[in-house]
Nanobody, 124 residues
């Protein structure tokens, strides 16, 4: 499975941004498509995940109420819509795929496949 994340950039606090993750190769074996982020000097953080088949979602605490994950199965693409961005949202955002649909907590098994990451910078 190959994942290609895109859509990052420099925005101002309060702006919105949509990230995309295009998946290819073996996507039929993946059930969860997730987003993670890693800020400078911090551990990787779970943002959220969507079920590739049913569309159910789980979100991490930092994403609830502001971020929305959606998918377009015809395009094999997952999106992360981020609204009301804050400077603390500044991070490299990664998309990832897993054989299960599950939220991730520190110490649990990493997702199976990872994209290269896209940088989001939110200025104050």
């Amino acid at each position: 499975v190959q994942l290609q994340a895109s859509g990052g950039g420099l925005v101002q606090a309060g702006d919105s941004l949509r990230l995309s993750c295009a998946a290819s190769g073996g996507t039929h074996s993946m059930y969860g498509m997730g987003w993670f982020r890693q800020a400078p000097g911090k551990e990787r953080e779970f943002v959220g995940v969507i079920s590739w088949t049913g569309g159910s979602t789980y979100y991490g605490d930092s994403a609830k109420g502001r971020f929305t994950i959606s998918r377009d199965n015809a395009k094999n693409t997952v999106y992360l819509q981020m609204n009301s961005l804050k400077p603390e949202d500044t991070a490299v955002y990664y998309c990832a795929a897993d054989r299960l649909f599950r939220l991730w907590v520190p110490g649990s098994r990493p997702y199976d496949y990872w994209g290269q990451g896209t940088l989001v910078t939110v200025s104050s």
